[in-house]
């Protein structure tokens, strides 16, 4: 990636006026565009997503100056190119991992995965994590993931008119009770090391 | 304005046009709610992923564009963890609970063409399937009636308790069913963890190595000490070696299916 932008004052000035003439008001579009770039790099899988949605809003400020308002460009779009641009820089030096290094897991002749043996430990510690969950979450989440295909589609479409909610909440939910999972496996794992 | 799901599972994989890339990029970058639709996006990729769902392209894309970081590593890990867990060995040959059949029929809104020709073949066919049942429907109503009957006083049965999980907790080391032993009816205690809403009734189908062998279609729930259980009487006769598996699908209210998991020998 190049060099990192240095922001000046009079650089963030006019950034903040590519947002708004209100100056609160810009304030908080700002906030929203850097949480959003957060996201946006989060989503393309990069590392360190802060300094980079920072990094673009630094580039951003550094050009502000000649942003044409009167073109009929969006704000947002205009810092979409600079947050496209320093992904594709730091794609290019991103390392590549042997596929086989990746994850634990063996393809079958269907095409779909499967865990390799050793992996029994983590279904036995699963088990216990599961135990630990409230009976609803753990029937939730075990039903949630127990079909495969057009299956799991119809199945989650069912789960989520039973419980009243849409698609993605049902998600949200089965991943809340997940992250509940993980911080169990976590602490399973660290005690039998 | 939604988004095509497809487009957003390219978008993770850089699968996408430059215009699409920039539709995608800009709403995430804008649009706060848009974050969950990714999210649900990127777990169905995922899954697509771990059950050979994509493409020989797609999954090519999606080990050099997705797979980048130990986060997502271990994101896919733990899926793969937990679809492995929760179908275990009666993967998708469980049968659906009953519930979810009739759901499925009130949902459909048939075509008018087709419907006249399709309800007699689906008479007919139903017709067929009374003949070849009758016996086993003869011994469902029998039992429905002792359903019905007081199931409190546990010395007129066998009886086995249960308790809710799947084939991981109900093989080696799990309940067993012994089928030779006397009795002709064996009652079937499963406690419920939860108190469940006022008015909650259940159903009960045994399944016996993934196949519905037996249904009840209201059950009774009991106050047991300080916590509630679900009672079925089952025929001994209906059984047969391999895992079993009782379902409590809630009729009106209450939650999602309960697993009851057994092995009969």
Known sequence: MKDHYVLKKEDFDALLALFSEDREEAGRIYERVRNGLERFFTGKGCRDAAQLADETLNRVASKAGTFDLSANTRPVTYVYGFAAKIYLEQARVRPTVPIDQLLNLRLLDSGAFEFEDPHEMALSRLDECLSELSDPDRQLIVSYYSREKQERIDLRKRLAKDLGLRPEILHMKVFRIRQSLRICFKRRLDREK | MALDKKIMKNWLIGATSDAENEHVGVRMIEDDAFAADMSLAESELIEEYLEGGLTEAERELFELNYLVNDERRELVNEVALLKKYSGGSNKVSEPLPIRTWLDTVFGWRPNPLVFGPVVILILVLLGWQFLLNSDSNELETRYAEINRED??????????????GTFRNGGNGGPVFKIGSSGESVVFRMPLTFTPSEGTQYGAVLTINGKQVFNVEKIQTLVVGSSQEARVVLPRSVFEKGQCQIILTPKIGGHSPIIYTFMAE
């Open chain 2, 151 to 164: 199931v409190s006083d546990l010395s007129r049965f066998s009886q086995m308790e249960l308790y809710p």
